[in-house]
């Protein structure tokens, strides 16, 4: 959801803001549609952002949409702070003067200052050293920025956009990761579902990632893809769409065998699932479950002591659509 710790900050919009559903975009997921109104009402505000999501659900494409929606002249500058050893951080991100250690043969700028009045983008942020931290601090508080070996501060306008698929709060906790600055990079907050929990992109998703071929996809391989539970999100799903491009120049449709090992298994006992209809509860439990978790999948599953694609199996069988009990 989108916090406001800041006096004066945005409304946080309601369902009542999204399109209605005669002109929304049947392709994507309302949950999705949710995380980008949010999206493009943060995108107006100069305010940090900070993205929370899993890995391989799209938070670097979200805060490409929010930069784009901005306004800021700049450019987007992307850092991912898990592939810079502890020592090369600082220079990363404020640049260095000639000399200021062994190898800097020339003066370098940084990409705060290469992100001069557009935004910069910290991927992985829970993964920067926390002897870097202050200086990250301080620069987002006053606007500044030292290089390293420098004797003078330099001026910066840059928005900054922070992504995590780690806990914050718990590496806070554990002393991992500073209070401070998770409370200044913290101000506005998305939280990203996960490609499990936007189950109806799944299908117009690997259509577009097989452009421009458009096969067919049999039946079989479309259910092992709903049924699939996509742990490392979108990208895993673009992953699978790419393996089998290499087979359509040959073929004009998309079979179960076709499809990699993983995706192959969650298709296992499929119709030994739907045919057995005494095995699903009463549709009137599913439904009330549902209401009463708020329309969650995983936990009414692990309440059941079923495997989720089970669970949507029945409601396949039943005619329920999980997603009208998720929590407004």
């Not at 002249?73 to 090369?88: D, H, R, W």
């Not at 306008?157 to 922070?162: G, K, P, T």
């Not at 458009?214 to 979108?234: F, G, R, S």
Request: proline share 6%.
């Amino acid at each position: 959801m989108l916090s406001e710790l800041d006096r004066g900050a945005e409304r946080v919009p309601g369902l009542e803001d999204i399109e209605s559903p005669e002109t929304a975009d049947p392709k994507v997921s309302l949950a999705r549609a949710y995380v980008e109104l949010l999206a493009g009402k943060a995108a107006k505000s100069q305010r940090p952002v900070l993205i929370h999501g899993p890995t391989g659900s799209g938070k670097e494409n979200l805060a490409r949409r929010i930069h784009e929606q901005s306004g800021r002249k700049g450019p987007l500058v992307t850092l991912n702070a898990a592939t810079l050893p502890s020592e090369l951080v600082a220079s990363e991100l404020f640049g260095h003067v000639r000399g200021a250690f062994s190898n800097a043969a020339e003066a370098r700028k940084g990409l705060f200052a290469e992100a001069h009045g557009g935004t910069l983008f910290l991927d992985e942020i829970a993964e920067l050293p926390l002897e870097q931290q202050p200086a990250l601090l301080r620069a987002l508080q006053e606007r500044k920025i030292r290089p390293v070996g420098s004797d003078r501060e330099i001026d910066v306008d840059v928005r900054v956009i922070a992504a995590t698929h780690q806990d914050l709060e718990a590496l806070e906790k554990g002393g991992r990761f500073r209070a401070d600055l998770l409370a200044r990079i913290a101000v506005l907050r998305l939280e990203l579902p996960g490609l499990d929990q936007r189950r109806e992109e799944i299908l117009p998703l690997f259509r577009l990632f097989l452009l421009p071929s458009k096969p067919t996809i049999e039946l079989e391989a479309a259910e092992a893809l709903l049924l699939y539970d996509w742990p490392k999100n979108v990208r895993e799903l673009q992953q699978a769409a790419e393996s089998i491009r290499v087979f359509l120049g040959e073929v004009d449709r998309v079979r179960l065998s076709m499809l990699p090992p993983a995706v192959r298994r969650a298709a296992t006992g499929t119709s030994e699932g739907l045919a057995n209809a005494n095995a699903a509860p009463p549709k009137e439990d599913l439904e009330e479950a549902l209401r009463r978790l708020r329309g969650n999948v995983a936990a009414l599953a692990n309440e059941l002591g079923q495997h989720r694609n089970q669970l949507y199996r029945w409601f396949k069988l039943h005619d329920i659509d999980p997603l009208r009990y998720r929590s407004r």
